[in-house]
């Protein structure tokens, strides 16, 4: 099994800053896209950002020019930097990965438990 756990939500203020990780581990060979989700109770849970074995990435059009995600494939973690923080991205974060369990290509799509992003004054 994978496991995916995610870590640096918080409460911040409007215009300050949170870094969120997710770490990965388990029966794992390979993770390909990794990305980052966003939810509030009572809606569908959306896309924040996504991010390519070979790092390429893309985002959300609220998340461009604020956001950056970015990943260390040896410590099989993707990060999510989130810069001038505004109330609207006030949810609870969800981290995704595609893994593949061997070489034999067979790809598996994994959620983390969420962590909770307060933007508040």
């Known amino acids: 099994q994978v496991q995916l756990v995610e870590s640096g939500g918080g409460l911040v203020q409007p215009g300050g800053s949170l870094r969120l990780s997710c770490a990965a581990s388990?029966?794992?060979?390979?993770?390909?896209?990794m990305g980052w989700y966003r939810q509030v109770p009572g809606s569908q849970r959306e896309l924040v950002a996504t991010?390519?074995?070979?790092?390429?990435?893309n985002y959300a059009d609220s998340a461009k020019g604020r956001f950056t995600i970015s990943r260390d494939n040896a410590k099989k973690t993707v990060y999510l930097q989130m810069n001038s923080l505004k109330p609207e991205d006030t949810a609870d974060y969800y981290c995704?990965?595609?893994?593949?369990?061997?070489?034999?290509?067979?790809?598996?799509?994994?959620w983390g438990q969420g962590t909770q992003v307060t933007v508040s004054s």
């Open positions: 388990g029966n794992i060979f390979r993770i390909n896209t």
């Open positions: 991010i390519t074995r070979g790092g390429s990435a």
């Open positions: 995704n990965a595609d893994v593949m369990w061997s070489g034999f290509g067979e790809v598996y799509n994994y």
